[in-house]
């Protein structure tokens, strides 16, 4: 209370605070934080809740997970953070969005990446999670054909992935749909075999958008500083999905949500090397 009897807290006990993050013009809804961290600590609360949503509804939840080095943190705050442990693995099916063509123990398998972090920790069944084996001549059609197995149950419809995490290569990718790619115009295929010489292995085996966007939730996990031009070309540019592939990720009845830290969205607040006292 003040001298006059007044209880409301004045604006300089509670200042505005006016420097929010400003959200890129992403199709879809975006969601801008400050650090990685915060960012991860989000996706994670929403993966959570909408799994134990698709479990109400459908029993089961199919979550297609990438590789690379981004979700890798995420992987590890879902198994080590108990608000997150209650995620319902044991109804879960755990799909993989794009493998590279070497055997799963590879250091560059992402289903290796998958494991160690997620896979060992979490219990799933066995028989629930779906690594593929990128190494045989017909990987990709015995893929989507497990998967249209595993789909079966479902009325249809509902016949597709509940949750697909992807990421965002520099050059505009996600999952392994390269630029100029075949198969960035697949009409008909749910999972196909690629090839892309300027990446390591240039081998892969990646879902395709039929079965990418007709998943029930999308979340789209970009962070740091490199990424910061393709989140900007992506937002103000008129580049087609041949140039910038991510830009073909457009759900028929989904929801599409961007997880960004401040730099990627390219705004972040570090002080710039330069700005720095020198002591020369
Ligand atoms: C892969 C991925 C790929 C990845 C992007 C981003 O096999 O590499 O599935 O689509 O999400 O390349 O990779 P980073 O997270 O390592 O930048």
Redesign the pocket.
Known sequence: MDATGDTTPSRETYPVIEDQLTPPALPGTVVVLETADEVIDRVAGDLVAHAEQCVRDHEEFHIAL?????PEPLYRRLMYDPDFRRLPWRRTHLWI??E?CVELDDELS?YKMIRETLVEHADIPPEQVHPIAATDPDADVAYERGFKQAMLYRPAGEDRLDYVL????SDG????LFPGSSALAEPHRLVRRVHHEPVQPPDRITMTFNLLNAARMIGVLVTGTSKAATIQQIATGSDPVEVLPIRGIAPHNGELLWYLDAAAAGQSREEPPCAQTSKV
């Open positions: 990438s590789g690379g080095s981004t969005v794009d590279r992402n992807l990421g965002l290569g990718h996600t999952a392994s």
